[in-house]
């Protein structure tokens, strides 16, 4: 069964940025659906962006502009480029896979966002 494994979180000033990274067990080419999510404390988790097999990316309203999903299939990696964070970007950070039946998610990386 496929794994993931978030990396890249940390604290960071506003306005600054950071690059998280899904590392998969096994080659992205078969899953159509890859995705990062976030839950902030007392929040509910909420997808920031998504990326397909295909190539087409989705965004949340409140990152539009400032980041950018992107998977490397040769590298069985997903990215997130996180660039001009503000404090509401604080949260854990989750990788997903959606493949078949399967819904598949990372163990989640820290963002912190403050001066």
């Known amino acids: 069964q496929l794994q993931l494994v978030d990396s890249g979180g940390g604290l960071v000033q506003p306005g600054g940025s950071l690059r998280l990274s899904c590392a998969a067990s096994r080659t992205l080419f078969s899953i159509n659906f890859m995705g990062w999510y976030r839950q902030a404390p007392g929040k509910q988790r909420e997808l920031v962006a998504s990326?397909?097999?295909?190539?087409?990316?989705n965004y949340a309203d409140s990152v539009k502009g400032r980041f950018t999903i992107s998977r490397d299939n040769a590298k069985n990696t997903v990215y997130l480029q996180m660039n001009s964070l503000k404090p509401e970007d604080t949260a854990v950070y989750y990788c997903?896979?959606?493949?078949?039946?399967?819904?598949?998610w990372g163990q989640g990386t820290q963002v912190t966002v403050s001066s």
């Open positions: 990326i397909t097999s295909g190539g087409s990316t």
């Open positions: 997903n896979a959606k493949y078949g039946f399967f819904d598949i």
